[in-house]
C-alpha cells in the first residue's frame, strides 16, 4: 500500500514541476514584455523582475548560499535583459557575475564568457 501511494506521489510532483516551469516561463515573457514596453525604472517590471526571482526560489538560493544556484539565476536574467534589448545591463550583470564565478570556481564561467563575448563583438562588428 505504501509503495502505491510514493507511486501516485510521483506524478503529481511531475505535474506540479511542469506547472511551476510553465508559470516561470509566463512571468519570463511577461517580464521581457515589460521591459520593452517601459524599461527598467518602471514599478511593474520591477515588481515582475520580483516576482520570477521568487518564482526561481531566489530566497532559498541565498538562504542556503546556493552560489551556483544565484550566478545560473543570474544568466538567465541576463539572457531575459539581451531578449529585451537592454545589452548593456546584461553585459554590465554578466561581468558581475563573471568576477563571483571566478571567486568561487564555478562552473558557469564558460557560458558566462561566451554571453559577454557575443554582447561585445555585437557592439563592435
Do not use: V
Not at 506524478?11 to 516551469?21: A, K, L, V
Amino acid at each position: 500500500m505504501e509503495n502505491e501511494e510514493k507511486f501516485r506521489a510521483i506524478p503529481e510532483n511531475e505535474d506540479e514541476n511542469s506547472q511551476h516551469e510553465s508559470k516561470t516561463e509566463a512571468l519570463k515573457a511577461e517580464l521581457i514584455e515589460y521591459l520593452k514596453e517601459h524599461g527598467f525604472d518602471d514599478k511593474n517590471t520591477r515588481n515582475k523582475i520580483s516576482e520570477w526571482e521568487d518564482s526561481k526560489n531566489l530566497w532559498k538560493k541565498q538562504a542556503e548560499d546556493d552560489y551556483f544556484g544565484i550566478i545560473n539565476l543570474n544568466i538567465e536574467l541576463a539572457e531575459i535583459f539581451i531578449q529585451s534589448g537592454f545589452k548593456e545591463e546584461a553585459l554590465e550583470l554578466l561581468n558581475l557575475e563573471k568576477k563571483e564565478a571566478i571567486d568561487c570556481d564555478c562552473p558557469y564561467l564558460e557560458r558566462i564568457e561566451e554571453l559577454i563575448d557575443k554582447l561585445e563583438k555585437e557592439d563592435n562588428p
